[in-house]
């Protein structure tokens, strides 16, 4: 059976952000992802517009990167790693020259993050035609964090309606109610990718393979394999 090798949203990098705070912990969240059946890792350290300029966060990610690959001690089989960003939206984003830089490696989609304010029908309005304009397919970062808190429970329908692909945490399976919240939205078809969000190997772990057993379990494989669909066209850029 097809099942999801992928994690879209990963702090997985040391000493970038609020992730890894170290390359030995690095390395024991990639063990902790292979024990999760996933096999590429896209690194989506935080990228803010207000404080930071895209040559400095690039930098400084190759270097985590690079530092990460040397520490790895051989004879580990660890997932794969891909460079993105997780961008929090800003004004002028659709018009920033250095989307290109900040996508998924060797894709045309992005991983954005929503300000944490309900969504404005100007921002709406960017991005539903952010991928005409820039050739950028936006990732909503984490839907489930923008639900409850404003009560917004008509946004994964009104993003289904627009051109983006939506990303939701592995974590929001695992406890009642949310879980129920979570299912309902893979059943509508309004999120198409899983990512753990992971920070560390304790309270923020790798941890997709639960979340993948409950879709198996309520929903049936058939769902898997939907979703199985969508990580291969943004992984193969389709
Ligand atoms: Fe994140």
Not at 38 to 48: D, G, L, R, S, W
Not at 120 to 140: D, H, M, Q, W
Not at 174 to 182: D, E, G, I
């Amino acid at each position: 059976m097809k099942t999801l090798t992928v994690d879209f949203h990963s702090h997985i990098l040391p000493n970038i952000d609020d992730g890894s705070k170290s390359v030995e912990e690095s390395v024991k969240m990639l063990q902790l992802e292979a024990q999760n059946g996933i096999k590429t890792v896209i690194a989506t350290p935080h990228f803010y517009g207000d404080i930071d300029t895209d040559i400095d966060f690039i930098n400084r990610r190759n270097d985590a990167a690079n530092i990460l690959k040397k520490g790895i001690p051989n004879g580990l089989n660890l997932p794969n790693i891909i460079l993105g960003a997780e961008v929090l939206y800003f004004d002028g984003i659709e018009n920033w020259e250095a989307i290109p830089n900040l996508a998924i490696e060797g894709t045309n989609y992005i991983l954005i993050e929503l300000p944490m304010t309900p969504l404005s029908n100007r921002t709406l309005n960017i991005l539903a035609s952010f991928k005409e304009n820039t050739g950028y397919t936006p990732i909503i970062a984490h839907l489930d964090r923008y639900i409850s808190a404003f009560r917004t429970y008509n946004l994964p329908k009104t993003l289904s309606e627009i051109d983006v692909l939506v990303q939701i945490n592995a974590d929001f399976f695992l406890k009642f109610p949310n879980s129920v919240r979570a299912l309902n939205l893979i059943k509508k078809g309004y999120v198409q990718l899983l990512g753990s969000d992971c920070h560390n190997c304790d309270f923020r772990p790798p941890n997709i393979k639960k979340a993948i057993n409950i879709i198996e379990n309520k929903l049936g494989s058939a769902v898997v394999e939907d979703l199985v669909n969508f990580q291969n066209l943004v992984i193969n850029n389709l």
